[in-house]
């Protein structure tokens, strides 16, 4: 991962299907939407945001259950059902104070381009379309929802020099 790129970062954006998920998408027998999020990009995302790096979601589709995910992670920046993510990027920077050029956004598929155009770093997940890919600046290593967000939070946490300190609290006596 190109990390010299990720030392100004100060916001990531994420889409959502494909990229905190594996892309499936599962409805109960009442037509609820289900959805399975890694347990590592979680843990990745809360370290990002203990270390003072906002997290926010931009989605096309409306879910409950990423909602439930944002509240149990406690991210404030959701913006769901926007099919041009680029229209979302005004009320981010209200929202967040921060230049597009201090932002990195992880997609996979043709509705994250526009924003791949707009920040700072554009990310693709190692699975994204193949367009996708040729226009990112990075591409993960991992699939999205199988530890590409927390490959992309750690590579972060690294490039700011955040990590050491990190680390010495999970494994220090």
């Known amino acids: 991962m190109s990390e010299s790129l990720l030392a100004k970062i100060k916001l990531l954006l994420l889409d959502v299907d494909g990229v905190l998920t594996d892309g499936s998408i599962y409805f109960d027998h009442q037509g609820e939407e289900i959805k399975a999020f890694n347990s590592k990009d979680g843990l990745g995302l809360r370290l990002l945001m203990d270390a003072g790096i906002q997290v926010g979601i931009i989605t096309a589709r409306n879910s409950k259950a990423l909602q439930h995910r944002c509240d149990n992670l406690g991210i404030e920046l959701v913006f769901q059902g926007i099919h041009n993510k680029a229209t979302a990027l005004t009320q981010i920077i209200d929202r967040s104070g921060f230049r597009p050029e201090e932002m990195a956004y992880v997609g ?45 939070c750690d590579a972060i946490l690294s490039e700011k020099g955040l990590w050491d300190d990190l680390l010495a609290q999970y494994t220090s006596h």
Do not use: N, S, Y
Request: charged share 25%; proline share 4%; hydrophobic share 55%.
């Open 108 to 152: 996979d598929d043709l509705l994250d381009l526009p924003m791949f155009v707009r920040v700072g770093v554009a990310i693709a997940v190692a699975d994204a379309h193949p367009c996708v890919v040729e226009k990112a600046d990075i591409v993960t290593t991992a699939k999205g929802g199988v530890g590409a967000v927390r490959e992309v």
